[in-house]
């Protein structure tokens, strides 16, 4: 088992079982005898049963050859795996508790990704994210496809396949984090637009797009991205998003460039609210809105509580006019409660998601998001929006 010449040895399972001898694929024969292998290696050394093989290979339905097959496939996968052995094998072995591969830690495709995967971590930790980039590159390299291949699909391989999709899933997250880190940008949208696809009810990476796309001066974009993503939960499972993603949504209706940074803005881009030597785009075809607006934050600047009522089909612009009274609000310290509701939701027809005000960054300045009428604890004068169509 120490030999020079079982140390070349290679064994990957993140994408079809695959053995290397150097950098040569071994011959592992037909397919029963690879989704054999795969599950000699999901089980990492430990024993397994003839028995156990057998229902594992045959799910149940064993012909009445099953047993015979399963020590024909052992001898076959001891020629290829320990060709040079005298006597007994040391790598495929038979015991009282049934067979065990044993597989050097360092010759496993998981075990190399996992470690990749930490030391990336590690190394973003303390900021080194070219480093961790290096490293999270080397990780999600050994994947070749879905992992375990053609044996994802039985049912003694479920748990390993979905803990492996979650890692692989978590590394393409932590690569979209450098990357914004490190300001590739472009790569880092693309990154997350294909893990929301993929996973459209995994918050974090919702987040990671929004903060992507906000970076690359597209915070229009962002928003939208939180509103599809807040639709979606509401009308799948009837929840709010988290309160940090309500936090991240609010630092970019506010330019918070103490949480996300400072966007790069490109000719493309389109901001809610001009940056300082920045000129926002300006909104077309809703001057009487617009102006009405104004005087309401006028009003509420004097001291009176006003309430906007937004209604319409979706994509008629009423999240536009809610950006546009945010960005006035914010050059007159107003505070602005934003509601919404969904027609579908025939119990609640009008959710609060809380308020915030303007010139205000930390977390206590924000009241927790609550449900129902405001209540005797909301804050002085400020403007209450609603936006949505009323459930009927």
């Known amino acids: 088992m120490n030999s020079s010449h079982e140390q070349t040895r290679r064994y990957a399972i993140l994408g079809p079982v695959e053995v290397l001898h150097g950098e040569t694929p071994l011959d592992l024969g037909p397919r029963q005898r690879r989704v054999l292998l795969t599950r000699l290696l999901i089980e990492d050394g430990r024993p ?27 001898s076959r996968l001891r020629s290829v795996l320990d060709p040079v052995r005298q006597g007994r094998s040391t790598v495929l ?23 990749s995967l930490a030391r990336a971590r590690e190394l973003l930790r303390s900021n080194q994210f070219a480093s961790a980039h290096a490293a999270l590159e080397t990780a999600l390299g050994l994947w070749r496809g879905d992992a375990l291949g053609e044996s994802a699909k039985y049912a003694f391989a479920a748990r390993e396949a979905a803990r492996l999709a979650a890692a692989h899933h978590d590394a393409r997250e932590l690569q979209a984090a450098i ?11 693309g990154i997350a637009e294909d893990l929301v696809v993929k996973t459209p009810l995994r918050e974090a990476s919702w987040a990671l797009l929004m903060r992507s796309l906000y970076k690359m001066g597209r915070s229009v974009e962002a928003l939208h991205q939180y509103g599809r993503f807040r639709t979606m939960l509401a009308k799948k499972l009837g929840l709010d998003p988290s309160p940090g993603l309500n936090d991240l949504h609010t630092a970019i209706l506010r330019h918070d460039t ?8 490109s000719r493309s881009a389109t901001t809610l609210s001009p940056g300082p030597g920045v000129t926002a785009e300006p909104l ?7 102006a009405h607006l104004t005087a ?97």
């Open 258 to 265: 103490a949480v996300l940074g400072s966007p790069r803005h």
């Open 179 to 189: 990357l914004i880190e490190l300001g590739d940008l472009e790569r880092a949208v």
């Open 48 to 74: 397994i049963s003839l028995p156990r093989l057998c229902r594992d290979l045959w799910q149940g339905d064993q012909p009445a050859a099953a047993a015979s097959s399963v020590r024909a496939h052992i």
């Open 93 to 115: 072995v038979n015991g009282p508790a049934g067979y065990a591969l044993k597989v050097p830690r360092e010759a496993q495709d998981t075990v190399l990704f996992e470690q």
């Open 284 to 290: 077309a075809g809703r001057t009487a809105e617009t």
């Open 296 to 392: 309401v934050l006028q009003t509420a600047a004097a001291g009176r509580t006003q309430w906007v009522v937004l209604s319409g089909e979706p994509g008629s612009g009423k999240t536009r006019l809610l950006d546009e009274m945010s960005a006035q609000a914010e050059g007159k310290s107003s505070p602005i409660c934003v509601s919404h509701s969904y027609r579908k939701v025939r119990h609640l027809p009008v959710r609060r998601l809380g308020w915030w005000s303007p010139g205000r960054t930390s977390r206590a300045s924000r009241q927790s998001p609550l449900q129902g009428r405001p209540s005797s604890s909301d804050p002085p004068p400020c403007v209450r929006c609603m936006s949505g169509r009323t459930a009927s």
